[in-house]
């Protein structure tokens, strides 16, 4: 088939590489011309594992082009997927307007049947303003051309983006056209071989679908680190806790782990904006506004403990941190725990000594207008002089370090593990102060 994405990043790209890679041909278009530039070059504007071998696959072979040419884009695909961002607006609600204007730029090019596809996170409703607005741009050229707008939400995880598109555990697609069903149906069936997981519904539940399970999944994340905090004051091990209710299999083990709260370019605008869906709907959503609080008080966290530990005043203090990306196997800063702690701590007069295998450049160019913040090529280079070693991300090469060295390089051996990588009797047998998450701190 010929499809082509309309926005061509962490969404937009790997959509347009899983596809080309099941023979799709496929234009990416972006009106960002320098991630368009990269592309050609046979770079990639992103750090997402696997990436790169699948684009380049599907380049070589013809099927996969990327362009900033909106004439010649929209009029390649049949089914053209709008990728773009989606931020939150003042108001926490999703800034539609690059949703909008990418379904104007069809309205005013389209010359023959297209199958309109929403993958961006929209609000319910959002597909009706996409067909409208399409709609309006026909008819000021007056044009009679046939065209769907359908819900396709996307569900894949930065880091595992292509093991989760190439092998998802739904595929949700809402759609009230029989035609354009049936064309979905054959463009993700090589996705959905073994067996059937392509839910079809009506657009506004697809829509309503995505945030749901980002809510869901937030939420999680919001109980657990409001239990690790009661868990400290009780003097019990939230690790432990995380373990004994994870095998109740209605509650199951993944995404039980309390942390330094959520970040990324999803949960935190998506529980903001079903917060502000429900507030126009006069439906308060109480627990999601929990959600939201107690992932700010979360973000915070490290820094309390710092601050207990070292006093308000950090001045002439340096800390080193280790994680600056969101998440492990990402480069993407988008409302990154770090970025908070970071400026928290330099506003009370912390130098910091960062580290993380992919983000650095991301989060340079985020911090440039904070003081005290230097990079570091590698992890142990950061421990040198400083009071102590703060982890945010929990990258894999975090997990084994060189607990000797950490030791002997810090200025006292003083560790703030804010994802839990290590355990409190083992810190303890080292000689290392630790002050991990809902575990208590071992001296
Ligand atoms: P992104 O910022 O990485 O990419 C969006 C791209 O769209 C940018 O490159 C931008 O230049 C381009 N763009 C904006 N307006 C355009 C236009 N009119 N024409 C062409 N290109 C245009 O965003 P993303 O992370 O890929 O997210 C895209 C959407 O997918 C968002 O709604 C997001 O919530 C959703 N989503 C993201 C993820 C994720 O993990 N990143 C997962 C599921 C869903």
């Known amino acids: 088939m010929k499809v082509t994405t309309i926005g061509t990043g962490y969404v937009g790209l790997v959509t347009g590489a899983c596809l080309a890679e099941m023979g799709n041909h496929v234009v990416c278009l972006d009106v960002n011309a320098e991630k368009i530039r990269i592309l050609n070059e046979g770079g990639i504007p992103i750090h997402e594992p696997g990436l790169d071998a699948v684009v380049k696959r599907n380049v070589e072979a013809g099927r996969l082009q990327f362009t900033t040419d909106v004439d010649a884009a929209v009029n390649h695909g049949t089914i053209l997927f709008i990728a ?88 949700v697609v809402g759609s009230d056209d029989e035609q354009a069903t049936l064309m979905m149906r054959a463009l993700y069936a090589p996705f959905t071989r073994s067996h059937d997981r392509l839910f079809v519904m009506d657009v506004r539940s697809a829509e309503f679908t995505k945030y749901a399970a980002n809510a869901m999944l937030a939420t999680r994340i919001s109980f657990m680190n409001e239990l690790a905090l009661l868990a400290e004051k009780v003097g019990a091990d939230i690790e432990l806790v995380r373990r004994g209710i994870g095998s109740d299999p209605r509650i199951g083990y993944q995404f039980l782990y309390a942390g330094a709260g ?15 869906t429900g507030r126009e709907h006069d439906q308060e959503l109480k627990v999601l506004n929990a959600v939201e609080e107690a992932n700010d008080r979360q973000k915070l966290v490290l820094v309390d403990k710092i601050v207990a530990r070292f006093g308000e005043d950090l001045a002439g203090k340096r800390f080193a941190l280790w994680g600056l990306a969101f998440k492990p196997n990402t480069d993407d800063m988008r409302e990154a725990p770090s970025l908070v702690i970071i400026e928290e701590l330099v506003k009370r007069g912390a130098a910091i000594a960062a580290y993380d295998p992919v983000a650095m450049s991301e989060a340079s160019k985020m911090l440039a207008q904070v003081q005290g913040v230097s990079f570091c090529e590698r992890a142990e280079h950061a421990l040198a002089d400083s009071d102590a070693l703060v982890i945010v991300t929990e990258w894999k090469e975090f997990r084994t370090p060189d ?23 083992l810190m303890s047998t080292l000689g290392i102060e630790h002050h991990a998450i809902g575990r208590g701190t071992r001296k």
């Open 262 to 276: 959520y970040g990324g370019s999803c949960f935190p605008k998506d529980v903001k904006a079903l917060v502000r």
């Open 403 to 425: 607990f000797d060295r950490i030791k002997s390089e810090l200025k006292q051996p003083v560790v703030f593990d804010g994802r839990n990588l290590y355990e409190p009797a």
């Open 84 to 171: 773009v961002g989606t931020p939150p607006g003042e108001d926490g609600s999703a800034d539609l307007q690059y949703v909008l204007a990418a379904a104007r730029s069809i309205g005013q090019r389209m010359t023959d049947y297209k199958v309109v596809v929403d993958k961006s996170t929209v609000p319910v409703g959002t597909a009706d303003k996409v067909r409208a607005a399409i709609a309006e741009e026909l008819a000021r050229r007056d044009a009679k051309v046939g065209f769907a707008v359908v819900s396709n939400p996307e569900f894949l995880k930065e880091g595992a983006a292509i093991e989760d598109f190439m092998k998802p555990d739904r595929i």
